[in-house]
């Protein structure tokens, strides 16, 4: 079995951000190098959109720059399509992990699409997830 790595919005946001913030490009650099280092990359239909979103109203990118930036993603991952199916395994795993709808969402495509990790700043770092899929955040020291 691949060994699938899960990449959440935030970590794609700094990868396409070109701040001048010195915090910034050291997690720039991370991201690059997460990406050289896994070849099995999974997002979800949801971080597309979150990622959109993000870039066009908190970064004021215009929406042909925010499509090439989708474009580029698209030939490194794996695109997990959100069913219903993740909508009720995401109801029943927001209580048990103390997780948010959205980040529930997100878990639950991960563990749809077999990944080992999911790689995220926003989660609870190290947490284990159903004996599968464990959150790491990549910026933790």
């Avoid at 079995?1 to 650099?29: A, C, G, H, V």
């Avoid at 870039?55 to 090439?68: G, M, N, R």
């Avoid at 699409?113 to 020291?141: M, R, T, Y």
Wanted: glycine share 2%; proline share 2%.
């Amino acid at each position: 079995m691949p060994d699938r790595k899960f990449f959440d919005t935030n970590l794609w946001i700094y990868l396409f951000l070109n701040s001048k913030n010195p915090q910034d490009i050291k997690r720039k650099e991370r991201v690059k190098l997460l990406l050289t280092g896994h070849t099995d990359i999974v997002v979800s239909t949801q971080v597309l959109n979150e990622l959109a979103n993000v870039l066009i109203k908190k970064y004021k990118l215009k929406a042909d720059a925010v499509k090439e930036h989708l474009e580029h993603m698209l030939d490194i991952v794996e695109v997990d399509t959100l069913t219903e199916n993740n909508t009720f395994t995401a109801l029943s795993l927001l209580n048990k992990y103390n997780l948010s709808f959205y980040d529930a969402v997100i878990v639950s495509s991960a563990l749809q699409a077999d990944c080992s990790v999911v790689f995220s700043e926003d989660l609870q770092s190290n947490q284990d997830i159903e004996g599968k899929l464990k959150i790491v955040n990549p910026f933790a020291s």
